[in-house]
């Protein structure tokens, strides 16, 4: 036996592999409870395991929501009606609708799941610190915060299991893996298939031009998000003297009006009578105006004020809320926006590379801002920077033309489609060639 073909590897692991990373890393975030001081570095490898199965979950969940917003009864009852599969742009406006409602409810329901294991830990705190005093070592509550979550992770599984039907893709056509091949040399194969993959994924996306423009701005978005977050905390630590009880407040009023927020802007969106992209451009500017509320701080009028200009540690859980409501609504929308820029069939590989652009930009922003503040002995100059950082995906997110790129996707995966019956059709005629120059040798 020469090889296993692609036949026996099919791209129906999205349910699965959610499962997987799910249950690994709920399992990992619940061993910190026996990190002891002895073993810290265990901590740093738990970390790890916990941190990539949390984005490898988001991946795979995401790739869902094209497939979720296609297969919609409303779309295939439109298809019905009209009797045709030719995509028309009432299908492209329905398809988009749809996926923004899910992911909007997905964001709101992510919201709410936070804010609970936010309060309990927050409970949990606070009644080991009233109980234990100083008795017990400062790690143990946070130790079994983790275990907690992990706890919460694990029973959602459950649900999941059930209910999650599976959702198959294309089948690994191009996988080819000896059947004589070890288990670790299978493994090896499948690990250099995904690189090789991405790879190919980065130069399909190259050629779909909104896309492009799309992902220059979600690196641009995500590393203002990044910036815009950690440098609120560290200013409410450090200049407005915020204790960790009033941190935790402050992510609780993100949380809360993130929720809100996801509720809420379809809701206007759907009034105005926004495209996607005018309501992510809006809540760009709403987001400018953390920054820019920040750097009123620098007007003499305002300093003898004595508050305006995060002077005054209430402050900042106003701009708390306005950056949860923004929050809110980008994730959903831009998740939403760029579900339908992708080649129908590749889902789950081209959210991998949405991952990998939103990951690998949100150590930018704050890096700058440490060496700001490491050159300047403050932080208020670092507003200087959010400003920037926050209009600039403005201008690309607005010329972002989803209907072109829908119809690029679409035309893409034919492509893709017609280039993969080539490559079967060429292979077939290079087995048959081979087979009658071996009889004419034999001859």
Known sequence: MSGIG?????????????????????????????????????????????????????????????????????????QKERQSDTLHDSDNNLELQISTKISAKAIGLGYAAALLIQVLAIGVLLSMKKIFDDSISATVPLRLILFLAGIWWLAFMGPTALWLRKRPGSPLKDLKIDASRTKMGRILAHVAFAWSSLWCTITVAARLKQMVIFLAAWFLLSDAQASVSGTAVLFARTELKIGTVGIALLSITVMIFGMLGSSLLPVLSKRMRWTNSQTIVFCLVLMEFVPLYGLLGYLPFIQRWGFGGLQVWWEIYGL????????????????SLFGSLVPPGR???????????????????????????????????????????????IPLIWYTDVNEGQLDARRMAASLREDQRFGVQLRAVERREQAEGLLENEG
């Open 347 to 393: 889902e789950a590989a081209f959210f991998a590379l949405f991952a990998i652009t939103d990951k690998g930009s949100s150590a930018v922003g704050p890096a700058v801002v440490g060496r700001i503040v490491d050159a300047t002995g403050h932080i208020r100059p670092a507003f200087w920077l959010l400003a920037v950082v926050v209009a600039l995906p």
């Open 320 to 335: 708390g809320v306005i950056f949860g409501t923004v929050m809110g609504g980008l994730s959903s929308y831009c998740r």
């Open 6 to 78: 692609s036949n026996l590897y099919p791209g129906d692991n999205r349910k699965r592999l959610l499962l997987t990373f799910g249950t690994v890393g709920s399992l990992a975030s619940m061993s910190f409870v026996f990190v002891m001081p002895g073993i810290y570095l265990a901590g740093a490898v738990l970390a790890i395991i916990g941190v990539v199965c949390l984005g490898s979950s988001f991946v795979v969940l995401n790739s869902f929501l094209p497939l979720l917003a296609a297969n919609h009864p409303s779309v295939l009852n439109t």
